[in-house]
């Protein structure tokens, strides 16, 4: 049975109420619909509606959305506020599906006669039939529909559900990832969420196949309850990966300007994350390197890490990162550490956990043989190794350490425990470069890598605790 939202990703014809003669491609909020949604391949047809232009951006304009000579499933609304009423009484006249109001300035105010203005709007569209996305929000991006805000988005569809109160971080969420393999099955920004909730959207990309992972950035739930019901029905089939806006008390007020959320008490968020099995993050950053180790790192099963790649002091501060993350660093067992002390110097070098080898390793054979006794060592379930790109750049040179990746690639499969790579990006412009191409090689062979040792350690804690809440463990 086809969603009632269906149409919303997938409209046939859209409808841009706002694009402008007199600006240029993408200059405008109804123009940046418009460049989008023609380079994502929209299989309909786009219909702009201005009172006076002929023309816009090479599409035949219509003095009212009555006059459009098809059905219209999503009318997208960029016009000032006094004017939405009377285009969405046209609209209902017109039997549009959907709504989306980007338009600003309701209850996100403050202002009582917006927030009146907006309730006003609600009422209109729900006895008319049509459902609301926003108002104050970018919309929707969903490729395979051949919808975007923003003609520089990717192209090709993903696995990944998105939906998002904040059109800028739904952005940033989209932009940080397009270096990566993370590729969007559908976003959604939604705002103020008058109508369609947070609630509707996590139900329809948990029942959307094209959807495995679904990511959220939100403000406030006016739902709560159901909310709960829907992630705790969700997340034993697809991880859930939240950022929670507002977790501070001036976060909280701040959310009230941005999208009249209210924010909620921060201990009862845990502890429905807790409770759901939701993985919560922090940061934009966060968000991102999750998304790609859910895509692409098996879930590790224990909380034991071994570490390579310290180096005196450095190897203290990576333990006291992953322990204060709620990782372990744990002694290698005995025999791993005789095995290892049999072929590893004792002058500068340290085969105890963290692990001071590098200068060894850039051997083929030793590589292969530590990565041997860290796969069967009982002490350890996953293997954090951070690559520092400048050192094995001027250790190695460019095809020495693209040798060395190549070991580092073979030995993914070899470990038989996830394998969690940082590289490492405190160097100069030109070991940036190197690094990016470092990241773009381990990415072509489907490998996560990092920015930092402490992100690679708080994500492999939330992994852990993923995997124990589908295990029953929490």
Known sequence: MTHSLHDLFMPKNIAVIGASPRKKWGWSNGNAWIAGSVAMGLQGTIYPVHPTADSIMGYQTYVSVLDIPAQIDL?????????????????????????????????????????????EIVQVARAGGIRLIGPNCMGVYCPEGGLSWNDGFPRQSGSVGLFSQSG??????????????????????F?????????????????????EIVAAYVEGLRDGRAFFEAARAMTRQKPLVIWKGGQTESGSRATQSHTAAIAG???????????????????????????????MMPLPTGNRVAVLGGAGGGSVTMTDFAEKEGL???QLADTTIEQLDAFIPLQGSSSKNPLDIMTVIFNEQNFYRVISLLRDDPNTDALIFNVDPGWIFRELGRSGMYRFIGN??????????????????????EISFIRQELQDLFNQEGIATFPDFSMTARIVNS????????????
Not at 90 to 98: A, E, L, P, S
Request: proline share 3%; aromatic share 8%; hydrophobic share 45%.
């Open 463 to 474: 992994l852990k605790k993923y995997s124990d809440f589908l295990h029953g463990l929490t």
């Open 408 to 429: 580092i690639v073979e030995s993914v499969q070899m470990l038989k425990k996830p394998l969690f790579i940082t590289l490492d990006h405190r160097e100069s412009p």
């Open 328 to 330: 372990m660093v744990p």
């Open 265 to 295: 008490s921060q201990a009862i968020w845990e502890a429905m994350c807790r409770q759901t099995g939701i993985i919560s993050v922090h940061s934009l950053e966060e968000m991102v390197n999750t998304l790609q180790a859910l895509q």
């Open 191 to 211: 705002g103020n969420a008058s109508d369609l909730s947070a609630t509707e959207f996590l139900n329809y990309l948990a029942a959307d196949e094209k959807t």
């Open 75 to 119: 009318a997208i609304f960029t016009i000032p506020l006094a004017g939405v009423i009377d285009v969405l009484k046209q609209c209902i006249q017109k039997q549009v599906k959907f709504v989306h109001l980007l338009t600003a300035g309701f209850s996100e105010t403050g202002r009582d006669e917006f927030k009146g203005a907006e309730a």
């Open 168 to 189: 800028q971080l739904a952005f940033e969420i989209i932009m940080n990832t397009k270096p990566l393999k993370t590729r969007f099955s559908k976003v959604v920004s």
